[in-house]
């Protein structure tokens, strides 16, 4: 169980893992408004953003992305506009695959690229 209190001594690390999304939400990820989801998957970590064009992104790092095993992350593009969920999206014009090996500041670059769509 959570508790803020009985927890504020412990690293970012370990806040992250007990509570994921309020971690990822007072980062300074300038796109963290748009953070609608945050799991643990694969013995790593995924994140989903959704944009207000209906757009949005996949943000994986575990052991089965691309670049994963090497501390690196993984970006696909949703669309929102026909699922609630986010369907993968690969007539975006940001690319027609998922996007491997890339570091975090790639992984803004990519965010703000959809957020413009």
């Not at 090497?70 to 026909?82: F, H, I, Q, R, T």
Request: contains cysteine; negative net charge.
């Amino acid at each position: 169980m959570y508790d803020k209190e009985v927890n504020k001594q412990l690293s970012r690390r370990e806040r992250v893992l007990l509570n994921p999304l309020e971690a990822s939400q007072k980062s300074d990820n300038p796109h963290k408004e748009f953070l609608v989801n945050t799991d643990y998957i694969n013995n790593g970590v995924q994140h989903r953003y959704k944009f207000k064009n209906n757009y949005g992104a996949s943000v994986v790092k575990h052991d089965f992305s691309y670049g994963g095993q090497n501390g690196l992350w993984e970006l696909a593009v949703l669309d929102y506009s026909m699922d609630s969920t986010g369907e993968l999206c690969y007539t975006s014009g940001i690319t027609d695959d998922v996007i491997g090996h890339l570091t975090w500041k790639n992984v803004e670059e990519f965010l703000y690229e959809i957020k413009q769509l």
